[in-house]
């Protein structure tokens, strides 16, 4: 079992920064790649980024290429998602998500574990 919690949501003015954490409980979060996925208001979740277990390999969905960047720290359990030159249509709960895959995937049933998301509300 793997329960994750995001942080690092709110309010910001286009072209501003947030930086998103995912905390991980539990000793084997080393062996889960990770995801950060997006649901904006009246739409489906979406893909945004993924990292496999070492850090070593980063894939990302083309509309924030960039501009965001997703990274580990395999010691302190949790996952980041810097988020920079935010655009209007970046407003979306985030959600971080596990598998147990080696390497992150952008399919989302590839996914056992999931946070319960934090909003990024980002203001033109």
């Known amino acids: 079992q793997v329960q994750l919690v995001e942080s690092g949501g709110g309010l910001v003015q286009a072209g501003g920064s947030l930086r998103l954490s995912c905390a991980a409980s539990?000793?084997?979060?080393?062996?889960?790649?990770m995801g950060w996925f997006r649901q904006a208001p009246g739409k489906e979740r979406g893909f945004v980024a993924a990292?496999?277990?070492?850090?070593?390999?980063?894939y990302y969905v083309d509309s924030v290429k960039g501009r965001f960047t997703i990274s580990r720290d395999n010691a302190k359990n949790t996952v980041y998602l810097q988020m920079n030159s935010l655009k209007p249509e970046d407003t979306a709960v985030y959600y971080c998500?596990?598998?147990?895959?080696?390497?992150?995937?952008?399919?989302?049933?590839?996914?056992?574990?999931w946070g319960q998301g934090t909003q990024v509300t980002v203001s033109s």
């Open positions: 998500a596990a598998t147990g895959l080696r390497v992150g995937t952008y399919r989302e049933y590839e996914y056992d574990y």
């Open positions: 539990g000793r084997t979060f080393s062996r889960y790649a």
């Open positions: 990292i496999s277990w070492n850090g070593g390999t980063t």
